[in-house]
RNA sequence: GCCGAGUUAGCUCAGUUGGUAGAGCAUUCGACUGAAAAUUGAAGGGUCCACAGUUCAAGUCUGUGACUCGGCA
């Protein structure tokens, strides 16, 4: 066990997408003295642009970034691997003396770095995994998860039957290392002292910012960003991958539905996912400290709230 | 004005020979420690346009009215 007073200060923000992190995010670092490390797992990848609202070049000159574009399609990262790098990134940015501010909507890389997952960094076997899943689509995936049960029961235990991909994966990484699934799992305690801020948004207001935004990512060149991965050959991976804003795109580009259709789905889709960020990133949760984000005086509130964290250290 | 079609969940619509209602989408909530913008579970929500009639019983049959959409004058 570490003593509290030499556990690293990490400043978290947190929020849905469109929310106003990335703004945000940047005036702190700059009031601060401090680094975005961004905890998004699509801008991570250096294809990636318009559809995942990545920082402009400009935004990304102001205060130093990390973790963007430092992937490629080619070759996905896996949590493991963010978490590894974004622990040597936080480490590194602190021992600089500057202020670690992680900023991302993805919940579980912010959870895996807060509770300290204990997380190999096996990546993708592109080809093994697409023979589990050749062999799942065969005999089921119900079988495949009853036969995970037999190898490694306390991983089968832990994985929701109706998870393909987490079955999936399981297999792929007990077959790539010979080890267990389950051997590496357990609750550490995190090497962090961290605040928690979250942007909040009447979810009514936060949809109609959703759908500017998107129509803004039109105006910006969506199509075009999309229509040269399909040209680069990403398509089939993006749409493996079902990242939001391209998925759909894809989609309407080879025919099969309209432009109209696309953007509609693209609205929902993100909607969706909205909810599903919040069971992340919950309005209860004590550990975050929710801000309103439609405030005049969001950075001086947050300031506020930064400084009295930081005077207690 | 006449003829026809329609009015059922926030929206688009199903609803068998009469037995007080369903779907998709939307909305909301949840699970998730090795791909997570992924994968996945659930819930709330209806004076069935109104009134009258027939009937033990009407979303369903009959009449009248209102409104909507076509067509004809």
């Known amino acids: 066990m570490t003593e509290a007073g030499s556990l690293i200060p990490l400043l978290v923000l947190v929020g849905p997408t469109a929310s106003g992190k990335t703004k945000l995010a940047i ?3 700059q009031n601060l003295n401090g680094e975005v490390i961004s905890a998004d797992s699509r801008i991570l990848y250096q294809e990636l642009q318009i559809g995942v609202a990545k920082p402009s070049l400009s935004e990304l000159d102001t205060v130093p970034h ?17 978490q590894q790098t974004a622990r040597a990134t936080i480490l590194d940015v602190s021992q600089r003396k500057r202020l670690p501010i ?3 909507g993805t919940g579980q890389y912010v959870r895996a770095l807060l509770q300290n997952w204990q997380v190999p960094a096996l990546e993708e076997q592109p080809r093994l995994r697409t023979a589990i899943e050749n062999w799942g689509e065969e005999v089921g995936y119900d079988q495949l998860w009853k036969a995970l049960g037999i190898v490694d029961a306390k991983a089968a235990q832990a994985i929701d039957p109706r998870n393909k991909r987490r079955t999936v ?9 010979g080890k267990r699934f389950s051997s590496r799992r357990g609750i550490y305690s995190s090497p962090y002292n961290t605040l928690t801020l979250g942007l909040e948004w009447p979810r009514e207001v936060l949809y109609k910012r959703i759908d500017q935004r998107i129509d803004d990512m039109f105006d910006q060149g969506l199509l075009e ?3 040269g ?13 079902g990242i939001i804003g391209y998925s759909e795109l894809i989609a309407y580009l080879e025919g099969e539905y309209s ?3 696309a953007v509609r789905l693209l609205k929902r889709n993100t909607r969706i996912y909205v909810r599903r960020q919040a069971n992340w990133f919950k309005a ?11 405030d005049p005086a969001l950075l001086e509130n947050a300031l506020d709230r930064v400084n009295s964290w930081l005077n207690l250290n």
């Open 102 to 104: 992680l900023c991302g």
């Open 169 to 177: 994966r399981a297999w792929e990484v007990i077959l790539s290392t």
């Open 27 to 29: 005036d702190l670092a």
């Open 284 to 294: 209860k949760d004590p550990q975050i400290v929710w801000l309103k984000a439609d």
């Open 229 to 241: 991965l399909i040209a680069a050959g990403y398509g089939k991976s993006l749409k493996r991958m």
């Open 259 to 261: 432009l109209e259709e």
């Open 225 to 227: 960003e999309v229509g």
């Open 66 to 82: 990390h973790l963007i574009s430092i992937a490629t399609l080619d070759d996905p990262w896996s949590l493991g691997q963010y």
